[in-house]
């Protein structure tokens, strides 16, 4: 099948919260789907208004496949997770074409909300 999509995409605005007036906890995911023929290998920079960038979050998406990769469960090999509580933007980047969705479900009030976007797609 063609491989739809782009290989580099942006995420301006995400943050993990750590209040829940809800009995599950806040969350993000960046929903990805693969329909090219190849594994999809994802490399994921964080980048944060008060510190370095973070180069080091990866996940995968097999051929032909969706995958959503939950921010609040993702770990880098060391086992340290995403912080919570910090603004931070996500440059996402695949070996093969992939299509990007964000979405963000905050439980920081009784009345959660929920929000979803299409990432940027860069021009390869």
């Known amino acids: 099948m063609k491989a739809y999509g782009k290989k580099t995409w942006l995420i301006p605005d995400t943050f993990l919260n750590s209040v829940s007036k809800n009995p599950g906890i806040s969350h993000e995911a960046i929903c990805v789907i693969n329909t090219s023929d190849a594994d999809a290998e994802i ?6 208004e008060d510190r370095d960038a973070r180069c080091d979050f990866s996940s995968q998406c097999p051929a032909m496949r969706t995958h959503h990769i939950r921010m609040d469960k993702l770990r880098n090999a060391n086992g340290e997770p995403i912080p919570r509580d910090t603004p931070y933007a996500v440059l996402v980047e695949s070996n093969t074409p992939i299509v990007v969705q964000y979405s963000r479900l905050d ?3 009784p009345e959660m909300a929920l929000m979803t976007t299409i990432a940027y797609p860069v021009e390869d």
């Not at 490399?43 to 944060?48: A, D, E, V």
């Open 43 to 48: 490399k994921l920079t964080l980048f944060f």
């Open 107 to 109: 439980t920081s009030a």
